[in-house]
């Protein structure tokens, strides 16, 4: 049996079946400012991280263009990538970095940003993404969520309806060493998971920092259903696996 000298513990067995599900470990270079190396979801039917990336060599950087300013973004280092062009190939990642800004009248304005990955599966629905805080920061995060669970109760309460979102204030967690900023919420517009936790971990004194998001249905989680279990160990074992060093 071989185990992982990161943690000491042996590998998750390699997934055989769409239900099965392990995890895979990735090996950040991030913007040749801090080293992250973090697991995530593997299975059959689940996306890689830093698609066209060599898990064990993530290099992020700022794409260059003639025409616009430069972008984040990462290099396609993956072997089969390699051999068929010669080399690597830039790619770019600013929606996941800067994302998109959107306003309503109803909740104002916010970014959204897209994740690196992202999975639905039988105990629910887990992505994770890396963001730059200069196009929103994790305070303003924090601050959206709660105004939006507020407007959202509050247009609940004049419809005389029963649906009302809950929310906890942000908490901060220390996981190995990492200080992580934790929120729990439930929410009745969300079909399919209508609670969720998001593990909100800064890089140290960059700019950066990752967005682990975890969606459930709170029945399953209060039946301990074995579905929900399986993938609440996972997002779990994944929060733990975070080891960031300042290059």
Not at 160 to 183: D, H, I, K, S
Request: glycine share 8%; hydrophobic share 35%; proline share 5%.
């Amino acid at each position: 049996m071989q185990l992982d000298e990161r943690t000491g513990k042996p590998f998750p067995i390699s997934p055989t079946s769409p239900r099965e599900l392990g995890l895979k470990y990735y090996s950040v270079n991030l913007f040749s400012q801090y080293h992250v190396a973090h697991a995530y979801l593997d299975g059959v039917n689940v996306r890689s991280c830093y698609s066209g990336a060599d898990p064990e060599n993530v290099r992020f950087k700022m794409v260059e263009y003639k025409n616009r300013p430069a972008e984040p973004g990462y290099f396609l280092n993956r072997k089969d990538i390699v051999a068929r062009s010669g080399e690597g190939l830039d790619f770019p990642a600013k929606h996941q970095f800067i994302g998109s800004r959107k306003t309503n009248s109803r909740y104002g304005d916010w970014v959204q940003f897209d994740s690196f990955c992202g999975d639905w599966t039988a105990g629910g629905v887990v992505s994770l993404g890396i963001r730059d805080k200069r196009s929103w920061s994790i305070e303003q995060f924090i601050e959206t969520r709660k105004i939006w669970t507020q407007r959202f109760n509050a247009d609940e309460i004049a419809r005389g309806t029963v649906f009302r979102a809950q929310r906890q204030p942000a908490e901060n967690v220390v996981r190995n060493g990492n200080a992580w900023v934790y929120l729990h919420e439930r929410s009745p517009t969300v079909p399919g998971a209508d609670e969720s936790e998001t593990w909100i971990l800064p890089i140290g004194d960059s700019n950066y920092y990752f967005c682990l998001s975890f969606g459930y249905m709170s029945g399953a989680k209060a039946a301990n259903d074995a579905e929900y279990l399986r993938i609440r160990g996972l997002v779990e074992q994944i929060v733990d696996s975070f080891k960031v060093e300042k290059l």
